[in-house]
């Protein structure tokens, strides 16, 4: 290893813990402060370098952060197997926002992945069929930022009870902000009709949280919102939040 090796690796060990740093007095000053200021210290803290995911199950976190960050990249991963109503949302939301959408797709199509490893894997291996299609897509896409905006919620599931508005994803070793992390879903309904928020058509069809068409399905009435993905795999994480 040269000299200038050792001293790059040094240079890129300082900044983690710089933004380690930044985590540990962010999470405690921004944890009761109002979403839209969660964002625009996120937006003054990384500009460019910050970009946010979206599901396209609604355009609530895009609403709120193109209020802030016109413009803000806006990561999509298509998976290849999403319904055809999700692929709408997704373009309607880069018409109507004022957004960059980044399309964000595995390394092999369907079709490459049926020939390689069998067909249907995520009915045999939903967990590396998520792997593979979403988690390491999106860590690729992820790699030109230090921060990411993500719209998870503490009440969305046990997994993410303990969720903080800024944490460390060390897994990524950047910054990940969940500006959302304290609303209820009362909170998000009321936000996306007052705001007239571009929505999924599926969530009108009993579909409240929407994944690969493969593995959602709709859920009746008193059901748990997100038990409609993977049922019947005992799987509630595709592992991008993990």
Same mark, same amino acid.
């Given at each position: 290893?040269?000299?200038?090796?050792?001293?790059?690796?040094?240079?890129?060990?300082?900044?983690?813990?710089?933004?380690?740093?930044?985590?540990?007095?962010?999470? %405690?000053?921004?944890?009761?402060? !109002?979403?839209?200021?969660?964002?625009?210290?996120? $937006? $003054?803290?990384?500009?460019?370098?910050?970009?946010?995911?979206?599901?396209?199950?609604?355009?609530? #976190?895009?609403?709120?952060?193109?209020?802030?960050? =016109?413009?803000?990249?806006? #990561?999509?991963? &298509?998976?290849?197997?999403?319904?055809?109503?999700?692929?709408?949302?997704?373009?309607?939301?880069?018409?109507?926002?004022?957004?960059?959408?980044?399309?964000? +797709? =595995?390394?092999?199509?369907?079709?490459?992945?049926?020939?390689?490893?069998? !067909?249907?894997?995520?009915? *045999?291996? !939903?967990?590396?069929?998520?792997?593979?299609?979403?988690?390491?897509?999106?860590? %690729?896409? #992820?790699?030109?930022?230090?921060? /990411?905006?993500?719209?998870?919620?503490?009440?969305?599931? @046990? +997994? *993410? $009870?303990?969720?903080?508005?800024?944490?460390? &994803?060390?897994?990524?070793?950047?910054?990940?902000?969940? !500006?959302? $992390? %304290? /609303?209820?879903?009362?909170?998000? &309904?009321?936000?996306?009709? &007052?705001?007239?928020?571009?929505?999924?058509?599926?969530?009108?069809?009993?579909? =409240?949280?929407?994944?690969?068409? @493969?593995?959602?399905?709709?859920?009746? @009435?008193?059901?748990? @919102?997100?038990?409609? %993905?993977?049922?019947?795999?005992?799987?509630?994480?595709?592992?991008?939040?993990?």
């Amino acid at each position: 290893m040269t000299l200038v090796e050792i001293e790059e690796g040094l240079e890129r060990q300082r900044g983690v813990l710089d933004l380690q740093s930044i985590v540990e007095s962010a999470a %405690r000053f921004l944890e009761d402060a !109002p979403t839209r200021e969660i964002i625009r210290w996120a $937006a $003054a803290t990384f500009g460019d370098r910050l970009c946010l995911t979206s599901s396209m199950s609604d355009a609530l #976190l895009i609403d709120l952060v193109s209020r802030v960050k =016109p413009g803000v990249d806006v #990561l999509f991963i &298509d998976t290849g197997y999403h319904f055809a109503e999700t692929i709408g949302t997704r373009d309607a939301v880069e018409a109507v926002y004022k957004v960059n959408v980044i399309n964000v +797709t =595995p390394s092999r199509t369907v079709a490459e992945q049926d020939r390689d490893l069998g !067909p249907r894997l995520h009915g *045999r291996n !939903p967990d590396l069929c998520c792997y593979l299609r979403k988690v390491e897509p999106l860590n %690729r896409a #992820l790699e030109p930022y230090l921060a /990411w905006v993500s719209g998870i919620r503490r009440d969305e599931s @046990p +997994t *993410r $009870a303990n969720t903080k508005v800024v944490e460390w &994803d060390a897994k990524r070793q950047m910054v990940k902000i969940n !500006p959302i $992390a %304290r /609303w209820t879903q009362e909170e998000v &309904d009321n936000y996306i009709a &007052d705001n007239g928020v571009l929505i999924n058509p599926l969530h009108y069809d009993d579909y =409240p949280s929407i994944g690969c068409a @493969p593995c959602t399905r709709r859920v009746a @009435p008193g059901e748990d @919102p997100r038990s409609g %993905r993977w049922a019947g795999l005992g799987k509630i994480e595709c592992g991008i939040h993990l």
